[in-house]
């Protein structure tokens, strides 16, 4: 893979997405392309810019993140989501997943885990934050 990853942020929050444009910044094999403030937004990107990967927040204004993968997928099948959220909840992850979501980032986690995450999905792996394993054993 020698191209750069291109990269879609959507976040609602300017200080957590001028972060995470940042953390993608140091990595020579990464480039943000866009960047939404919302779920209708990051639709609209994806079809305008055509990234290879959308790191994507559940709750924003709009349309919420998981409403932005069905709307996605509907025209954009190839296009690889890291959701990031600040809520680590079962079912938030399952239905993510289902939709369509190829990796759950725990936004607390982002700075040691969104980097690798979108590296594994990037190869057809699916990607968990680690904190997110507890909610899938079942002891």
């Given at each position: 893979m020698t191209e750069k990853t291109r990269i879609l942020i959507a976040e609602d929050h300017a200080v957590m997405r001028k972060n995470i444009a940042a953390l993608i910044a140091t990595q020579s094999d990464m480039v943000v392309v866009a960047m939404a403030v919302n779920g209708e937004e990051a639709v609209q990107l994806t079809e305008q810019f055509q990234p290879d990967v959308i790191v994507l927040d559940i709750y924003m204004p709009f349309m919420d993140g998981l409403e932005a993968i069905k709307k996605i997928r509907e025209t954009q099948s190839?296009?690889?989501?890291?959701?990031?959220?600040?809520?680590?909840?079962?079912?938030?992850?399952?239905?993510?997943?289902?939709?369509?979501?190829?990796?759950?980032?725990?936004?607390?986690?982002?700075?040691?885990?969104?980097?690798?995450?979108?590296?594994?999905?990037?190869?057809?792996k699916t990607f968990l934050s680690p904190a997110l394993f507890t909610l899938f054993s079942d002891a």
């Open positions: 190839q296009v690889l989501i890291v959701i990031m959220s600040l809520y680590a909840n079962r079912q938030l992850v399952e239905n993510a997943l289902r939709l369509g979501a190829q990796g759950y980032v725990l936004k607390p986690q982002a700075t040691q885990d969104l980097l690798p995450a979108i590296r594994s999905v990037r190869q057809n």
